[in-house]
């Protein structure tokens, strides 16, 4: 059984040493993309394999905004309008009028003033959760028991235990929840004062909130339905709900700002791998392939819409790679190749703790994979 997408508590520390490592690697290579920055301290040997993998994990992000997105309006259509539509008729709506204009925008800066909405929706989908968990209208005789399918009502007290296989999909989940590790030398380069200590506080503070936030989340869908909670916990509340309406609209616009910064790590990531950025180097030509990619993705969505199995396939294969594997990677061979990345006749020395610094991050990409290939494993064998 897995939960909403964003579970993120479990390996938070580990993604915030792996992501903060990324940054150091960038200023030790003084690389300024993700596979400038592989090549630069590994060397090109790989290079087209980071970048295919730094092209899919956007695109399982796409694929999850698509599915919250698609079946937050479903749902909101259905309980406050009476309007039945199917998930392809949701996606080209959301397609036309709201994620077109802004993966055409030319900067996301624009977007930079939202980023706490953002937050604050998920916030707001919490509260309204915890709401409807105190009160108990989904438990037997509540309000909202009768009006929802059996198979979402509330099942508790069965003999499945909490630490069997069926958790590892959960903890590749939980992975997908501290993405974005494609875009870390991009952040890095834009951020003001960019320092290593300054970017690890930037991860550090970012992650600690957004794991409350959704462990919270999990946590009292979990208390409210049990295991018959499903992968996008929203669905299991009552499309007549005021609150969860409310909880879906919220969750539906945090969704949509995050929608746009996987669709141009997608995209630039995508350009590069084909060997076609030069080629496309005008606001026109750019537009066009925008477009064109946009579509390719939102047709692909219309088929890929269970939430479980995306998060819990990609957070083991795209995102355990970019955000566990090739950061430890990358930052071990910077360490190694120091003297080289500085140029001949430095006398400055990699420090102890730093040599400390290479072993955990190598520990922890060993443990990090076999939870995702196990995670994998079990979540195809379990249906996610």
């Known amino acids: ?25 960038c200023e030790m290579s003084l690389s300024a993309t993700y596979r400038e920055c592989w090549e630069r301290t590994v060397g090109s040997k790989g290079g087209v394999f ?9 695109l399982m992000g796409l694929f999850t905004n ?3 997105l698609s079946q937050s309006l479903r749902f909101t259509l259905r309980g406050l309008f009476g309007i039945e539509l199917s998930i392809p008729e949701c996606l080209v709506l959301l397609a036309l009028f709201v994620l077109l204009p802004l993966c055409l925008m030319k900067n996301l800066d624009a977007l930079a003033p939202f980023s706490a909405m953002g937050m604050g929706g998920v916030f707001i989908a919490l509260t309204c959760m ?9 438990l037997p005789g509540g309000a909202f028991h009768e009006e929802i399918l059996t198979e979402y009502r509330p099942q508790f007290g069965t003999d499945c235990h909490p630490w069997s296989f069926s958790v590892l999909p959960f903890l590749c989940m939980a992975f997908t929840s501290f993405d974005m590790h494609y875009n870390s030398p991009r952040f890095y380069t834009e951020l003001k004062d960019a320092s290593v200590p300054r970017f690890a506080a930037v991860c550090g503070s970012a992650f600690g909130v957004v794991s409350f936030l959704y462990l919270s989340i999990a946590v009292i869908g979990f208390l409210t339905f049990g295991e018959h909670s499903q992968s996008f916990i929203l669905n299991n ?27 141009m790590g997608l995209r630039d990531n995508l350009l590069d791998l084909l060997g076609l950025t030069d080629k496309f180097n005008t606001q026109g030509k750019l537009r066009v392939f925008i477009v064109l990619l946009l579509c390719c993705c939102i047709f692909m969505a219309c088929f ?14 795209s995102v355990a790679l970019v955000a566990f594997v090739f950061p430890a990677i990358m930052f071990k061979e910077a360490v190694r190749n120091y003297y080289y990345l500085h140029g001949p006749g430095t006398d400055e020395k990699p420090g102890v703790w730093t040599q400390v610094e290479v072993w955990l991050v190598m520990s922890a990409m060993v443990v990090m994979v076999v939870l995702g290939i196990s995670g994998v494993i079990s979540s195809i064998a379990l249906g996610a």
Request: charged share 10%; net charge positive.
């Open 50 to 58: 980071v970048a295919t993998a730094t092209t899919l994990d956007p």
């Open 237 to 263: 509340y009552s499309s007549h709900d005021p609150l969860a309406a409310v909880a879906r609209l919220s969750m539906g616009f945090s969704a949509m700002l995050t929608y746009p910064l996987n669709f």
């Open 1 to 25: 059984m897995v939960l909403i997408m964003g579970s993120q508590q479990l390996p938070s520390p580990v993604a915030t040493l792996l992501k903060n490592r990324t940054g150091k690697s």
């Open 66 to 68: 698509s599915a919250i």
């Open 130 to 138: 915890t709401m409807r968990y105190l009160d108990g209208s989904y």
């Open 304 to 317: 890929i819409t269970d939430l479980g199995l995306i998060s819990s396939v990609g957070g083991g294969t």
